[in-house]
């Protein structure tokens, strides 16, 4: 009960509940545009899509028009700030048309990353530093890091030459770039993740209102 695990993609539900806490607190808004949370040169195309189009998946970003394999070649050894990272990649997607068909559901990392750099821009803090003071210690998680948890947690695996191979904590692929946390790399332990879960459960006491409880578990419109 005590082991650290790897949450992965559980991760973006976390920076959701952020982007909701952001609202509450009159920062952010459910109709932010990513736009005017990222002024600046863009495509026209994306001039009427929210910050929660891209939680949803449903804004047309896809992953290899911004994270090619030479980004995660060189992710780990960028000199860049996280925040400096994700927001080149932000730039990077708002530079031409998305790729994708917004409204349509389209999974990618680069979603999540893209709207932290939103939530980074308007608050002035990073990513990190919000999960830590808005999310884990008001609900007293003390086991949450980032990246691959350390020992004496288990190691997770990644498949290789097609099989699966324990990596330690300490090999440099053991987790997705650091830059890629929004989306991906948060750890902690069962019953501090119990604690998250249960915000869900519990009308989004003692982080949320119920109404924002409401619209982050509604369905998104449109075709799946």
Do not use: C
Not at 41 to 59: G, K
Not at 132 to 139: G, R
């Amino acid at each position: 009960t005590s082991d650290a695990w790897h949450l992965g993609s559980n991760t973006k539900a976390m920076t959701a509940v952020l982007f909701a806490r952001l609202v509450e607190q009159g920062v952010a808004d459910w109709d932010l545009k990513l736009v005017e949370a990222l002024p600046g040169e863009h495509d026209p195309a994306w001039a009427e899509v929210r910050v929660v189009d891209l939680m949803q998946h449903r804004a047309g970003l896809r992953d290899e028009d911004v994270l090619g394999q030479a980004w995660f070649m060189t992710a780990r050894g960028d000199p860049a700030t996280l925040p400096e990272q994700r927001l080149a990649v932000a730039r990077k997607a708002l530079a031409s048309a998305p790729g994708g068909a917004p409204g349509q559901f389209q999974y990618g990392n680069a979603n999540y990353m893209v709207a932290a750099a939103a939530m980074e821009a308007i608050t002035g803090q990073d990513w990190q530093s919000m999960m830590v003071e808005q999310i884990f210690s008001p609900l007293g998680i003390t086991s949450a890091g980032f990246g691959a948890p350390p020992e004496p947690a288990p190691w997770g695996h990644r498949e290789m030459g097609g099989t699966h191979v324990s990596l330690p904590p300490s090999h440099p692929v053991s987790d997705n770039p650091a830059a890629l946390g929004p989306a991906g790399t948060v750890h902690m332990t069962l019953e501090d993740y119990g604690r998250f879960l249960a915000v869900f459960l519990n009308d989004g006491q003692p982080l949320l209102q119920p109404a924002s409880i409401a619209r982050l578990s509604e369905p998104a419109e449109g075709p799946p």
